[in-house]
DNA sequence: TTTTTAATTAGATAAATGTCTAATTATCTA
DNA sequence: TAGATAATTAGACATTTATCTAATTAAAAA
């Protein structure tokens, strides 16, 4: 996992919009713009970061791209807190 | 706790560094710049950016000012990360 | 095959961010 | 009180980031 790539992700609020309308369900490019006044290009934009991230997964379904949440990253996103914050003992 | 301070102060390796150095105690601001090729006021404002998020807890003693980790933001921050990635049910 | 729809990529630009030096504030010491 | 040290704040500047429009790619439909 790319920490910086993550952490940089989760930076824009619009970003964790995305991850939270995902929460729901996997949700197309389409579907997900309509939660916001930007342009498609915009979102695409986020997409890409939260793609680098590994935050999300992409599948194509036709001329539709669907996006889901990658809830693996939830554990690894945990373990880079408690290394930030916990006790030094590791490393 | 203010969500986005503190996701904006995440996202910058050089504060995340800071966290770390401050997982094994307290520090002065010029012992964590030690650490560090920058000049003391972009240190300072760092620090201003990882207090603003209460990340840091600050104390003066004398000439000195130290700087010690606020861990109970670990568990603010966790409910963020599960508030993004967890399933819908609550909200 | 041509046209339409979904989405991304490219390129430009304004706003935000990280860094610097200089000036200021706060405390200690002689 | 005056000078020295620790740290922050102010202001400038370069880089990064988020947004936009226009162009491009990919698939579906006519």
């Given at each position: 996992?790319?920490?910086?790539?993550?952490?940089?992700?989760?930076?824009?609020?619009?970003?964790?919009?995305?991850?939270?309308?995902?929460?729901?369900?996997?949700?197309?490019?389409?579907?997900?713009?309509?939660?916001?006044?930007?342009?498609?290009?915009?979102?695409?934009?986020?997409?890409?970061?939260l793609?680098?991230?590994?935050?999300?997964r992409?599948?194509?379904?036709?001329?539709?791209?669907?996006?889901?949440?990658?809830?693996?990253?939830?554990?690894?996103?945990?373990?880079?807190?408690?290394?930030?914050?916990?006790?030094?003992?590791?490393?």
């Amino acid at each position: 996992m790319k920490q910086q790539a993550v952490f940089k992700a989760l930076a824009d609020p619009s970003r964790r919009r995305i991850l939270k309308l995902l929460r729901g369900g996997s949700k197309t490019a389409g579907e997900l713009a309509e939660a916001f006044n930007f342009s498609a290009a915009s979102l695409s934009h986020h997409f890409a970061i939260l793609k680098a991230a590994e935050l999300v997964r992409t599948e194509r379904r036709g001329q539709f791209i669907v996006y889901s949440l990658n809830t693996s990253v939830l554990e690894d996103v945990s373990s880079l807190l408690l290394d930030l914050f916990g006790r030094e003992e590791k490393q």
